[in-house]
Structure formats: structure tokens, C-alpha cells
Nanobody, 124 residues
């Protein structure tokens, strides 16, 4: 059974940095895309960043460009999200997602596996 387990969330202040981790088990994602999404109360789940197999290609939402960095360690079957210069509007539950394919886009429907999420709260 595939499991994605996020960790690293917490209560932060504006301007802080935070690194989220997502450990996968039950399946290797070395040949698949992985991504981070987030969902704030009352909002739809939105794309944050994705990383294609081998880590060569990454994509970011506009709000994440220049502040967030997605990376992966296939030896550990783990994907990371480094978040810098956090803002109160970054407050959300952050979910890790894994795809069954190597090439996917930014829609949640393209991802097959999901973690339960980790809460990130940023105060001003």
C-alpha cells in the first residue's frame, strides 16, 4: 500500500523559513512526478510545485517562484519543499502528491497518491 507522510509543518512568523518533507513508502517514485499542493480553509486545493523524475525539471506556482524550492532524494524516496520568506497568506495545509506517470501538470486530478497533509501557519 502506498503511503505519503508529510512532516515539518508548524507555527512560523512572517519572514521565517521552513522545510517540509514527504516520505513515500510502498512504491518507488523515482520515475514519477511528485508535487506539493496546499489548501487553506474555504479554498480549493492549489498547486505549489512539482518535480519530474530525476529532478531535472521543476515547476512552481507564481506565488512560489523565488521563495520555494522543491527537491527530491530518490534514494530515500523523499521529496522536500523548502519555503523561505514565509507570508501569512502561505498559511494552509500542505499536501504531498505522487503521480503514476512521469509527466503531469498542475491539476490535483493528475496525481494518484496523496498524503494527509501538514499544517503551516504563518503569523504576521
Amino acid at each position: 500500500q502506498v503511503q505519503l507522510v508529510e512532516s515539518g509543518g508548524g507555527l512560523m512568523r512572517a519572514g521565517d523559513s521552513l522545510r517540509l518533507s514527504c516520505a513515500a513508502s510502498g512504491r518507488t517514485f523515482s520515475n514519477s512526478a511528485m508535487a506539493w499542493f496546499r489548501q487553506a480553509p474555504g479554498n480549493e486545493r492549489e498547486f505549489v510545485a512539482s518535480i519530474k523524475w530525476s529532478g531535472i525539471s521543476t515547476s512552481y506556482a507564481d506565488f512560489a517562484k523565488g521563495r520555494f524550492t522543491i527537491s527530491r532524494d530518490d534514494a530515500k524516496n523523499t521529496v522536500y519543499l523548502q519555503m523561505n520568506s514565509l507570508k501569512p497568506e502561505d498559511t494552509a495545509v500542505y499536501h504531498c502528491a505522487g503521480a503514476a506517470r512521469a509527466l503531469v501538470g498542475t491539476s490535483p486530478s493528475e496525481y494518484n497518491y496523496w498524503g494527509q497533509g501538514t499544517q503551516v501557519t504563518v503569523s504576521s
